[in-house]
């Protein structure tokens, strides 16, 4: 599948400071400095609707992730996928009468052209969960033929993990077991599903149903893949049995991140299937939780179309930490816009403060998981003295813009 246009990151003087993230399972911040290249696995979109800003803030906290990495000397491997296939795709082509091939196909390009905009960093692969089917299924074969999995017996085909052969299961969420059905059932999860060993056996393949789309599964007969092993087979062929970041927002952790642990690590052999599980927070509307069902979306396309520049929407969803939920309010893109303009006014300044030791300092809150309050405060204190005339360093200006681009893909 393809990705979307890049751009130029400028090169910053010095090196970056390592970077260290909060890691879900383990439940603490952790130094995350791979040895050499980095690898990095973040889940992507169903195209069932456009782009909304908490899309739209998972996908900068991972790209700040890239971007520190990557200014620490680190070639990233970057892989997301796009769950082209699934239920809530299938339910929004039929509410609205519309083939879900073009429904897929539609709105994973404007996925790309939102990515663009915001200036993410794009994957090195961007791949489909529709493309990577025969891979899937491979897999869940072997797990099949490994105890690990098993065949309902109703008829329909469908395959099931057995979470009893995952002695870790749980490891990452550190969720209770009546938390755990609690989130699956809310989560896309099925814990009432007759037939199943246990209610948390997440599914691995859907047998054939007459009004849906299937694709030959070998042994497994046709069918398509459920969610967690097309993620865990996708991360495999690509990155390997480890992987030093798996990412997401945190609606993820259970069930998606959980049971695709589960998979990759009884599929290798090898524990853990991630070095660092991170998860970013939800943004809400004005203080009520952002839902398709409450029809309170805000829409990065929507935002575009209304002429809102994009770097203010990143700036806004820049001026909370990345781990926590909160809310999309208009005093938060004013504050956001308004931010924009002073550092745009004072990044073509004649002079300003030396900015060297603004870049150290950036650098310092980034690699403190991601402080990007602590980062926003620093700069506005530089901008702030800029354009009160204090400073007489010609080249700091420059360097400034340098710096917020590079570091938090911002450009002035």
């Not at 519309?98 to 200036?119: I, P």
């Not at 899937?136 to 395959?159: F, H, N, S």
């Not at 997440?202 to 042994?219: F, H, I, V, Y």
């Not at 990044?347 to 998981?369: C, H, I, K, M």
Request: net charge negative.
């Amino acid at each position: 599948m393809e990705s979307w246009a890049g751009h130029e990151v400028p090169g910053l003087p010095g090196s970056g400071q390592p970077l260290a993230l909060f890691d879900s399972a383990r439940r603490a911040v952790h130094p995350a400095t791979p040895a050499g290249a980095a690898t990095m696995y973040v889940c992507g979109i169903t195209p069932y609707d456009a782009t909304h800003l908490g899309h739209a803030a998972t996908m900068i906290t991972f790209d700040l992730v890239q971007r520190v990495w990557r200014d620490n000397g680190h070639p990233v491997l970057y892989v997301q996928n796009v769950t082209d296939i699934d239920d809530p795709l299938l339910e929004r082509a039929q509410r609205d009468g519309e083939d879900w091939v073009v429904l897929a196909m539609r709105e994973t390009a404007l996925f790309r052209e939102d990515m663009e905009a915001l200036r993410i960093m794009p994957p090195a692969h961007y791949v489909g969960a529709v493309e990577s089917i025969p891979d899937i299924a491979e897999k869940v074969q072997v797990l099949l033929k490994d105890g690990a999995a098993y065949r309902v017996e109703d008829g329909t085909g469908d395959v099931y993990f057995d979470v009893a052969a995952a002695p870790r299961f749980g490891h990452e969420s550190n969720l209770s077991r009546e938390q755990m059905l609690a989130f699956s059932a809310e989560r896309g999860g099925d814990p009432e599903r007759a037939g199943k060993r246990d209610p948390l056996d997440p599914l691995l393949w859907r047998g054939a149903r007459a009004d849906e789309p299937s694709w030959p599964g070998g042994d497994l007969g046709p069918g398509r893949p459920g969610w967690h092993i097309e993620c865990a087979a996708i991360a495999l062929n690509l990155l390997g049995p480890t992987i030093d970041v798996q990412g997401g927002g945190n609606d993820l952790l259970f069930p998606h991140h959980e049971c695709s642990a589960a998979h990759a690590e009884r599929l290798t052999g090898v524990t853990p299937f991630a070095r660092h599980y991170v998860h970013a927070g939800m943004i809400g509307l004005d203080g009520e939780k952002m839902s398709k069902s409450k029809g309170n979306l805000v829409f990065v396309s929507r935002l575009r179309a209304d002429k809102v520049d994009s770097m203010a929407v990143r700036l806004g969803l820049l001026a909370g930490h990345y781990r926590s939920d909160r809310s999309w309010t208009d005093a938060v893109l004013a504050t956001a816009t308004a931010r924009l303009g002073r550092w745009r006014a004072a990044a073509a300044a004649p002079a300003g403060p030396s900015a060297v030791e603004l870049l150290a300092r950036v650098r310092g809150r980034l690699a403190d998981d991601l402080d990007t309050p602590g980062v926003l405060e620093l700069v506005d204190g530089w901008a702030d003295a800029t354009l009160a005339g204090s400073g007489t360093d010609a080249e700091a200006p420059a360097l400034m813009a340098r710096t917020v681009d590079a570091l938090l893909g911002i450009r002035l």
